[in-house]
Nanobody, 124 residues
Framework: QVQLQESGGGLVQAGGSLRLSCVAS????????MGWFRQAPGKEREFVAA????????QYADTLEGRFTISRDDALNTVYLQMDNLRAEDTAVYYC?????????????????WGQGTQVTVSS
C-alpha cells in the first residue's frame, strides 16, 4: 500500500511560479512511476506530467509548452512539480498519483494510488 500527500498549492498571480510536492509513504517508492494530474471545475481530470521510476524518463502534456518540470528525489520519497509562468487556465486541483507500470503513462487508469489533491489558483 502507498499513501500520497500533496502540498505546495495556493494562490498566485499570472506569470508566477509554484512548486508542488508529493510525499509517498509505504514501500518501494523508487520502483514507482509517478504522475501529476489536474482537474478544473466542470472538467475531466487531465494528465499533466509523469516520471519513470528511474528518473531519466519524463512525459508532459502537450499543452504545457515547457512551463512545468517534474522531478523526484527517491531519498526523500518525494516527487515535485515545478510550475512556472502560470496562467489562469492552470487553475485546478492538482493530484499526485503512483503507478507500478514500467514506464510513464498519461492514462489515469494505469495509476494505482492517488493523493487527496492540492488547490492551485492563478489570478489574472
Amino acid at each position: 500500500q502507498v499513501q500520497l500527500q500533496e502540498s505546495g498549492g495556493g494562490l498566485v498571480q499570472a506569470g508566477g511560479s509554484l512548486r508542488l510536492s508529493c510525499v509517498a509513504s509505504g514501500r518501494s517508492f523508487s520502483s514507482l512511476t509517478m504522475g501529476w494530474f489536474r482537474q478544473a471545475p466542470g472538467k475531466e481530470r487531465e494528465f499533466v506530467a509523469a516520471i519513470k521510476w528511474s528518473g531519466r524518463v519524463t512525459q508532459y502534456a502537450d499543452t504545457l509548452e515547457g512551463r512545468f518540470t517534474i522531478s523526484r528525489d527517491d531519498a526523500l520519497n518525494t516527487v515535485y512539480l515545478q510550475m512556472d509562468n502560470l496562467r489562469a487556465e492552470d487553475t485546478a486541483v492538482y493530484y499526485c498519483a503512483a503507478s507500478w507500470t514500467s514506464t510513464t503513462t498519461r492514462d489515469p487508469l494505469q495509476y494505482d494510488y492517488w493523493g487527496q489533491g492540492t488547490q492551485v489558483t492563478v489570478s489574472s
